[in-house]
């Protein structure tokens, strides 16, 4: 490489851009986003319209406890990554093992409701459309929690191997990037389903 | 470029069987290898899904005629459509934007090699997938083999009582395979666009290249999405039971449509915006003038990938919406002329008064820009709500967006091939052979396709399988063939190009075209690691700086 163009160089340090993770992660959650999108979309156009029961209002149960485990994991996984910054890695292990349990409650909870709905209500996926759009965008959610858990898990043993330290913190950064959206999509699909829909 | 940098990557080249080279490109995680793979299988599927539209005008060719059975005619239109949209343009312009996006803005590597290569085989398999069909579709039912619906699967013609057998599972697969690989290839381009860009390469100074690939992967991302979620309602409803689109459980055919066009008319979008970045590199090259607007071109560009998001119903004002719909969806059509027509005005302020060197490139840039005017003049014809409810669903129909993705799309891309060919290769693509591949082109472009407006306009529908003689439509749809095969005779030529030359083609060096951009500073083709040392820039042009340094273009910014 010819020197010519490499005059005036620039301060060290003063060329500072995103870290590409994160970027990354953004990019995949507006794609999630608009994804959902369309599985929230059908739900709202679909509710109330189908032909046959059972019907939202008489076999939805509003999960209220595994709602608040969902929501205060997010909590809990922010302050995980601040412990792990500030090189706790003890804090940062309690406080990550407490995400994933709290996430997994809630995927007990979703277990659960479906349990409920299939063998006491016989409602299925091909029951009506309320069953077909239920179960696929629940489904969802609960699969990218299921998704985001096992990436938690990963961590986790990592964690109790050693391996990770606050160099690593931009990564974990980047999951709880994750783990925060997955959050934010149940405030949608939960005021969606069992708030508007019902 | 220092000799020592060439000298590494020789001593690599040599001494390697055939077999271990095979390896090392199916293992590949650098950016131009797989930006490489990508052209040579989108050209590959070009020959393919050009075969097939060749089937069908040789069908059409008089009336009455029976050269395939209509089983076969749905198949041929189904596949053509499917294959020309996921896995030719897309294809072509992620291998241009990987090969070329790292390249010019300093980069080394895309910013997730192993994402890369990931995201290409899911292209590919899905590819294959689809190709698959036609020996696997018919599963045990014996009932139909490669996809017939069409490629738009409207419902319910997709329902397990219209498509028995598997054809639309491969087809929903396969597009589904291929839509998660350009998710990912989608923000691989964003997050090195952001990251990875070298030292004194601001986003005001980036090649408009690097602009409009990041709108077109940010289009990618937002409407290759509803389209995912689409097929796996769709997939829900064939395997699972479910209603979605099952209208007799009360759900709805016209949900499918909207989903389908929320997805289909941003993706018009994402294959000509990188059109336009062929253009704006080519043109000012060849007109050797600074690109003209340089931060209105990045606006309108922005400014049409908004817009864009907002018009996908006017691919279906002839459901019946009421007034309201069709009115916003009308003008919101109509307010999409407005960048783009600040787009031609540049390239051609960009031209006027410049030294225009008519070299191939720069033809096939030429003729972009009168064909395209004339695909947003049917455009705005069609955008007009009563227009389109008269020729909805007729040939004026294709001819208009065949006149955007043949006349605007593919020109800029066999443009960007003579353009760059000489930095993947080495080697110049011949000149003559190139101007006659134009020639033949434009003749036969203009014999079919403009022509084709006129059959429509009496009322031919598209996708008919065969038609009455004596409605005036026998002679255009001869005509129209005519030029199909003069097209096809002109792409042969063009492959042959790309053959002969790599073995014979005069040496390129590093910068045939007396470029501005970075990728010329680097050796054709560029060693693996492109830049020995991390280059710094100070303007919009590098290598013009670095040509002049007495008359550098950063004294004026």
């Known amino acids: ?198 | 470029m220092s000799s020592d940098a060439i000298a590494i990557r020789v001593a690599d080249a040599g001494g390697r069987t055939w077999v271990e080279s095979l390896h090392d490109w199916i293992t590949t995680v650098d950016h131009k290898r797989l930006g490489i793979l990508y052209i040579l299988y989108a050209l590959l599927f070009l020959v393919i899904g050009g075969l097939e539209a060749l089937v069908i005008r040789i069908q059409l060719i008089r009336p009455h005629n029976d050269f395939v059975s209509p089983q076969v005619f749905n198949r041929m239109f189904t596949m053509h459509g499917t294959t020309m949209i996921f896995f030719v343009i897309m294809p072509v312009m992620f291998g241009f934007a990987n090969y070329l996006v790292p390249l010019m803005i300093g980069a080394r590597d895309m910013a997730f090699p192993r994402l890369n290569a990931f995201s290409f085989w899911l292209t590919a398999f899905g590819g294959f997938l689809l190709y698959f069909s036609f020996l696997g579709g018919s599963g045990l039912y014996g009932a139909g083999s490669a996809p017939d619906v069409g490629w738009w699967a409207y419902a319910p013609l997709t329902s397990r009582a219209f498509s028995p057998g598997h054809s639309a599972d491969y087809w929903t697969i396969a597009v589904l395979v291929s839509g998660f690989g350009s998710i990912g290839t989608a923000t691989n381009i964003i997050a090195t666009i952001f990251s990875m860009r070298c030292p004194g390469m601001t986003l005001g100074r980036m090649p408009l290249m690097g602009w409009m690939s990041m709108v077109m992967s940010g289009l990618v991302l937002i409407s290759i999405s509803p389209l995912t979620a689409a097929q796996v309602m769709l997939i829900v409803d064939r395997y699972l039971g479910g209603h979605f689109f099952d209208t007799q459980a009360g759900g709805s055919a016209a949900l499918w449509m909207h989903f389908f066009w929320i997805f289909g008319h941003p993706e018009v979008y994402i294959l000509v915006i990188p059109a336009f970045a062929f253009a704006s590199e080519i043109i000012p090259v060849f007109s050797r003038k600074p690109i003209f607007g340089y931060p209105v071109m990045v606006a309108a560009t922005v400014g049409i990938g908004f817009i864009s998001m907002s018009v996908w119903a006017h691919h279906m004002f002839t459901i019946g919406m009421n007034s309201a719909s069709n009115t916003f969806f009308v003008l919101t059509t109509m307010a999409i002329a407005v960048p783009t027509g600040i787009k031609i005005f540049n390239w051609l302020g960009t031209m006027w008064g410049g030294k225009i060197q008519f070299k191939t490139p720069m033809l096939f840039c030429v003729a972009f820009l009168f064909q395209f005017l004339i695909a947003g003049l049917t455009g705005i014809m069609l955008g007009a709500a009563p227009f389109n409810w008269q020729l909805s669903g007729s040939y004026f129909v294709i001819a208009h967006f065949h006149y955007v993705i043949v006349g605007s799309i593919l020109f800029c891309i066999f443009g960007a091939v003579y353009y760059w060919y000489p930095k993947m290769t080495g080697r110049m693509l011949n000149e003559s052979l190139g101007k006659l591949h134009f020639w033949l082109f434009v003749i036969g472009f203009h014999l079919t396709f403009d022509l084709m407006h006129i059959p429509g306009l009496l009322g031919m529908p598209r996708r008919i399988y065969t038609y009455e003689p004596g409605r005036g439509w026998e002679i255009w749809n001869l005509l129209v063939t005519i030029g199909t095969f003069l097209q096809a005779i002109a792409i042969l030529m063009f492959l042959a190009n790309l053959v002969v030359s790599y073995f014979k083609g005069a040496e390129a060096g590093n910068d045939p075209w007396d470029a501005w951009t970075l990728e010329w500073s680097a050796s054709s083709p560029p060693p693996v690691y492109n830049f020995a040392a991390i280059p710094t820039v100070e303007s919009r042009r590098p290598l013009w700086d670095r040509k002049h340094p007495e008359d550098p273009d950063s004294r004026y910014d």
């Open chain 1, 1 to 198: 490489m010819s020197n010519a163009t490499l005059s005036m160089a620039q301060e060290p340090g003063a060329w500072k851009l995103p870290y590409r993770g994160k970027v990354g992660m953004a990019c995949l959650i507006i794609a999630e986003s608009a994804i959902f999108t369309i599985f929230v979309v059908a739900y709202l156009y679909y509710a109330g319209r189908s032909l046959s029961g059972p019907t939202p209002r008489e076999v939805l149960e509003t999960p209220i406890f595994f709602t608040i485990c969902l929501l205060s994991s997010s909590l809990t996984i922010h302050f995980a990554e601040k412990c792990l910054e500030r090189g706790s890695r003890g804090g940062f292990l309690g406080l990550w093992l407490l995400t994933f349990i709290l996430g997994g409650l809630f995927l007990f909870g979703t277990a659960q409701e479906w349990h409920r709905l299939i063998y006491e209500h016989g409602l299925t996926i091909s029951t009506n459309l309320f069953g077909t759009t239920y179960y696929s965008l629940v489904g969802l959610h609960a699969f990218h929690v299921t998704v985001g858990l096992i990436m938690l898990g990963i961590v986790f043993l990592f964690g109790l191997a050693g391996r990770v330290g606050a160099e690593q913190s931009a990564r974990v950064g980047v999951l709880s990037m994750y783990w925060h959206f997955v959050d934010a999509v149940w405030v949608v699909v939960f005021t969606m389903v069992y708030i508007v829909g019902r």
